[in-house]
């Protein structure tokens, strides 16, 4: 059975989680490389937490960080979307922009791809007047894909989620505007 998607980009699927994601999820959020910029690895029951918060926030609101498929394989990813942020910083409340993608889908231009349509599926469906993106300043991959998508360095920050972690600590914050974008 094919998986219903809420859009598509040219070669993703982007939908609501379902419960045999959470395997592969959770193999994602245990490994080690792709964790590298965060503090821990993340267990079973953090993902299952996870999954539940991003289905509560699309029906709520529309959008959450999506489950990602390749459409012609149906193959699963890992995660691509937006995603409220609420803890204390002079940057929020905001809607961030993220990905996490298994390491074997690295390299291919999925999180680009995935993340323009993603501006593109906020720009047709929601009424969003900016979008954020943080990662630790040492994350240049994922720095990359933010200039690939056209969003604009407002500066260094010192996350306050990471206070405690000298190396991720010093992070770099991008914001998309879309009063001042035009989607091409």
Avoid at 74 to 84: N, S
Avoid at 122 to 139: D, F, M, Q
Avoid at 161 to 172: A, H, M, W
Wanted: net charge positive.
């Amino acid at each position: 059975m094919k998986n219903k998607y809420i859009f598509k980009s040219k070669r993703l699927g982007f939908r609501t989680w379902k419960g045999s994601d959470l395997e592969e999820m959770t193999l994602i959020n245990s490994s080690k490389e792709v964790m590298k910029y965060f503090p821990n690895t993340q267990t079973k029951e953090h993902t299952k937490q996870f999954i539940a918060k991003m289905n509560k926030s699309f029906e709520q609101n529309s959008y959450c960080y999506f489950a990602v498929d390749i459409l012609k394989t149906q193959e699963f990813i890992g995660f691509i979307g937006l995603c409220k942020q609420i803890y204390k910083s002079n940057f929020t409340p905001n809607i961030d922009i993220g990905w996490r993608l298994s390491s074997k889908f690295w390299n291919k231009g999925f999180a680009t791809e995935g993340a323009r349509a993603c501006i593109s599926y906020a720009t047709e469906n929601l009424a969003l007047e900016k979008i954020i993106s943080v990662t630790p300043a040492i994350n240049i991959s994922s720095e990359n894909v933010m200039k690939k998508i056209g969003m604009h360095k407002i500066g260094i920050i010192n996350h306050p989620l990471l206070k405690n972690d000298k190396k991720l600590e010093s992070c770099v914050l991008y914001e998309w505007n879309f009063a001042v974008h035009k989607i091409t």
